[in-house]
């Protein structure tokens, strides 16, 4: 491409076009869920959407994403007050951060002024986050914003080098164009009232220099106006002049979209009302999160699996879409009841499965650009197969939408059919030979067949069995189940290792296991419909210590030779994991460490990119990896799955007009109440409510609708045959005792340190809890008893709470409490 001189540049005639104008003060509506903190240097935030999203730090500095382009990178803005000297730089000053679902603000603050730069992801095609700035002022001030120029496309596409930068005057103001050395892939930024800083000379050696926007503001004469960044891109047929003065006139409409999105947001997704409203914001937080995660490309919308600063990378944390990221995130979805948006990641999976019936694993926002099918990335992973089966089914179980499983049966028919080929040692159980099951690299060798897969095979297969029923193909439907009673016998005699009461991470060709000590297993809790049977001693040891921290649970032992506390597979901590093992606590009867690791996830919340939770930890200290993405939509999602399917125990059966409860509420709540819970096209309340020793379930429709609220114990696949309703109720036993762990995270850098229950066990006249925490240390938590004359050995019940101490020692120890009547 022939560079035109910049002398020649600015010799061109002056644009017709009208400048750009600031706009009035925006009136921010104050959510309810806005999160408010000290901003802290180095700890992240991000404000993403549909069509582009910033991404940065709290001191305020950021990179821009016009998706799928980072147009620029290293924001930062310096400051010159009238009269004052030298030049002042906010990210110093940087005091607060506010994080609302619609807009995010962080506040610099100086004895002479105010800056807030607000941010939020409108969603409009071709348009990336706005942010827009607020400025009060003693004295005129002079604000340099300063960046580094990027055009950069995310990867793995190719680029065309350094932009270089053009500034194009108008009358009376101007704006920057982004030039590459392709003619058709360029970029403009522009704010009104700005002037350009300091520029390269042409004459100079080419290298990549900061741009410069300077805004004088005049206190006296602009207070009160907002002074949005505008960012595009474009090509060689773009009037840029033209688009921005557009966009600049249509950013309060653009607000009051965005802000009416997160508004109504909740009027159809379930919400919860409990005495912990911080847990309550946890769950909505959540939700949010997730919904961040919707992506445009091209005609259609996919679910990426993260977000984080690309920093000098094109990788803007997982911002491109994943087939496995997106089925475990399913589950989440379906139970606050976006069924569009599940039918959206169902159909972009589907779009992309290949001939065998394999789903994929990873496809870039610019795989379109490339010979992706080249790549190793597109089927990379052979989870994501069976996992979309199952996800099939969970979609139809919670929505009763058959025509759509109709719609792609065919999908479905193919992706089990591939599981089922790529058995290589004929024990009929898929396994590692297409792809990588759940680790990417292991020391002791990559894996044949990872329980992890044979897990989710065995789940695919019964999933399997009931869809083909729905779509009477009866031979499909008998050997689909046949194989899951086979997988399901294989998982206890091929995995399970008695003499050390545990099952094995992986089974070799040649039928030897690695006995590696993971939590793996606990998928096999996923469905609710599988159980390992010989799993108590395996449970005991993910709640202690050797799993687990005080903010989630390791991947595997601590005592494993090859351990390593920030190692991505060999000893971080993942919420996902954290999640996998929270619903098997649950599920096994273990509530209470249940409780315990599900709030260490809903905790996460608070902690680093505020309303989402965090990729991994380390493994050794309470401290988030730098390298993790802290926008993770499936820790998100492994907030409300525990939440919703263990806590409260829901299970959804819409297509028998069936909801099955198990609650787990902790021992200080009274009551607790779900909205809008999903059952196929009807929206429920749930009250649940503690009453002379049981606990009553209230379910309340605004038109009458059939249901049959059931409990676990109650056989499956049963029509319900209850007249409609808009009133239904389910009484259930209360547990003669009931315990609550505390939670809350330690300081940063601390080790773990905190009580566990490690086990539970129960009879028809006692109740034992084995604790693990410090030796000498002395607790008290939430008790609550539910029948007279119950004794106590090794604690005391004073009022609502236990004590009891651990006995001196060294390191940890363990203390068991028995009640008994």
Not at 6 to 12: C, E, H, V
Not at 478 to 493: C, D, G, N, P, T
Not at 536 to 544: C, D, H, K
Not at 546 to 569: A, C, K, M, Q
Request: glycine share 8%; proline share 7%.
């Amino acid at each position: 491409m022939i560079r035109m001189p910049l002398a020649l540049l600015a010799a061109l005639p002056a644009l017709a076009q009208p400048g750009f104008e600031p706009m009035p003060h925006l009136a921010i509506h104050r959510d309810p869920l806005t999160i408010t903190r000290p901003a802290l240097p180095h700890h992240p935030f991000s404000v993403a959407g549909p069509f582009g999203a910033v991404f940065g730090e709290q001191n305020g500095s950021f990179e821009s994403w016009v998706y799928p382009v980072k147009v620029f990178s290293q924001f930062a803005i310096t400051a010159e007050l009238a009269d004052y000297g030298s030049p002042i730089d906010l990210s110093a000053l940087a005091a607060a951060i506010e994080v609302a679902p619609g807009i995010t603000t962080i506040t610099y603050s100086h004895p002479a002024f105010t800056v807030r730069q607000r941010m939020f992801a409108p969603r409009q095609p071709g348009t990336g986050a706005i942010v827009f700035f607020e400025i009060e002022s003693i004295r005129p001030v002079t604000l340099t914003f300063r960046f580094r120029p990027e055009m950069a496309r995310m990867w793995p596409t190719e680029n065309f080098g350094p932009p270089y930068p053009e500034w194009v005057k108008g009358r009376p103001f101007g704006y920057y164009v982004l030039h590459t050395d392709s003619p058709d892939f360029s970029g403009a930024v522009a704010m009104p009232r700005a002037e350009p800083g300091r520029q390269a000379s042409y004459q100079e050696t080419a290298e990549v220099h900061p741009m410069e926007l300077k805004l004088a503001f005049d206190p006296a004469k602009d207070s009160g106006l907002v002074f949005p960044l505008l960012v595009m891109t474009g090509d060689r047929k773009t009037d840029y002049a033209a688009r921005l003065a557009e966009l600049d006139r249509a950013v309060p409409r653009l607000y009051a979209e965005t802000e009416h999105y997160w508004a109504r947001f909740f009027d159809t997704r379930l919400t919860v009302e409990t005495p912990d409203p911080q847990f309550d914001q946890a769950l909505a937080w959540a939700e949010i999160a997730i919904d961040q995660g919707r992506v445009r490309l091209n005609d259609e919308t996919g679910l990426i699996a993260g977000y984080g600063e690309s920093g000098d990378s094109r990788r803007p944390g997982f911002a491109w879409f994943f087939g496995r990221d997106a089925l475990w995130t399913s589950y989440a979805i379906n139970s606050y009841g976006d069924f569009a948006l599940t039918r959206t990641l169902l159909e972009f999976l589907i779009r992309r499965q290949r001939d065998d019936g394999k789903i994929m694993h990873e496809f870039s926002q610019t795989a379109d650009l490339v010979d992706w099918k080249s790549q190793p990335y597109f089927y990379a992973a052979a989870d994501s197969t069976p996992l979309f089966v199952m996800a099939m089914e969970d979609y139809v179980n919670a929505s009763g939408d058959v025509d759509f499983l109709r719609g792609h049966w065919d999908a479905v028919r193919r992706a089990y059919a591939f599981t089922r080929a790529h058995d290589s040692d004929g024990d009929g159980i898929y396994e590692n030979t297409e792809g990588t099951g759940w680790v990417e690299s292991w020391p002791p060798g990559m894996p044949h067949q990872e329980i992890y897969l044979a897990a989710l095979d065995q789940q695919s297969a019964d999933a399997m069995s009931r869809l083909a029923l729905l779509m009477h193909d009866d031979g499909l439907a008998a050997s689909a189940r046949k194989q899951a009673a086979a997988i399901r016998a294989a998982l206890e005699s091929e995995y399970h290792e008695p003499a050390r009461s545990f099952y094995a991470f992986s089974r070799n060709a040649d039928g030897t296991l690695d006995s590696t000590a993971t939590i793996y297993p606990s998928v096999a809790w996923w469905t609710g419909r599988l159980a390992l049977e010989n799993a108590g001693p395996m449970l005991t040891r993910w709640a202690s210590a050797e799993f687990s921290t005080d903010w989630g649970t390791r991947d595997l032992s601590d005592r494993t030779p090859f351990y390593d506390p920030i190692s991505y597979h060999q000893g971080t901590v993942w919420p996902l994991f954290t999640g996998w093992v929270s619903l098997a606590e649950y599920r096994a009867g273990r509530s209470l460490a249940g409780y315990a690791h599900l709030m260490q996830n809903a905790d996460l919340t608070w902690e680093q990119d505020l309303g989402s939770v965090t990729e991994l930890l380390s493994g050794a200290f309470f401290r988030p990896m730098t390298r993790g993405t802290p926008h993770q939509i499936w820790s998100s999602a492994m907030v409300l799955t525990p939440a919703l399917r263990g806590l409260f125990g829901l299970d959804w059966d819409a297509l028998h007009r069936t909801l099955r409860i198990q609650p787990n509420l902790p021992a200080s709540w009274e009551s607790a109440r779900l909205r809008r819970v999903p059952l196929g096209d009807a929206r429920i309340d749930l009250e649940f409510t503690r009453e002379s020793g049981r606990l009553t379930v209230r379910a309340h429709s605004d038109v009458p609708v059939t249901l049959c609220l059931v409990s676990q114990e109650t056989q499956r696949d049963q029509d319900c045959r209850a007249p409609g309703a808009t009133s239904h109720e389910l009484i259930l036993p209360l547990a003669p005792v009931e315990l609550e762990m505390p939670h809350g995270f330690p300081l940063p850098g601390a080790a773990p340190a905190q009580l566990k229950a490690i086990g539970e066990r129960w009879t028809v006249s006692s109740y034992e809890v084995d604790f693990e925490g410090p030796a000498g240390s002395a607790y008290q938590i939430p008790v609550r008893l539910n029948r007279s004359r119950v004794t106590v050995t090794g604690g005391e019940v004073f009022g609502a709470h236990l004590r009891f101490h651990i006995a001196e020692g060294s390191g940890f120890g363990r203390h068991t409490v028995s009640f008994r009547w």
